[in-house]
């Protein structure tokens, strides 16, 4: 399976951005989602991740109440969307796909076994 993310560029603190990370290629009946970014000098760290029926949700604790994570599985396509970003969120940005209905913790870079590029985003002061 592929992942292609896309939505990425420059804004000013406050601004929004929609991410999007299309998977294609191989056909799974379900798939849990997650994001990721890993900014330069840092760990690649978790920001948000859903269950195959978009109702389970899970947010780091530093982008809860800004950034929402929704799913079109008739488009295979998980979005991201950023508002009131800061300097802090600048980074790449990638999407991660394991196939479950769910994961017990989505945090974990282990738990997913499909990656795809990022995107970069930075945020300016």
């Known amino acids: 399976v592929q992942l292609q993310a896309s939505g990425g560029g420059l804004v000013q603190a406050g601004g929004s951005l929609r991410l999007s990370c299309a998977a294609s290629?191989?056909?799974?009946?379900?798939?849990?989602m997650g994001w990721f970014r890993e900014a330069p000098g840092k760990e690649r760290e978790f920001v948000t991740g859903v269950n195959w029926g978009g109702r389970d949700t899970r947010y780091a604790d530093s982008v809860k109440g800004r950034f929402t994570i929704s799913r079109d599985n008739a488009k295979s396509t998980v979005y991201l969307d950023m508002n009131s970003l800061k300097p802090e969120d600048t980074a790449v940005y990638s999407c991660?796909?394991?196939?479950?209905?769910?994961?017990?913790?989505?945090?974990?870079?282990?738990?997913?076994?499909?990656w795809g590029q990022g995107t970069q985003v930075t945020v300016s002061s």
């Open positions: 991660a796909l394991e196939p479950v209905n769910f994961l017990s913790d989505y945090c974990k870079n282990i738990e997913y076994n499909y």
């Open positions: 290629g191989r056909a799974f009946s379900e798939y849990a």
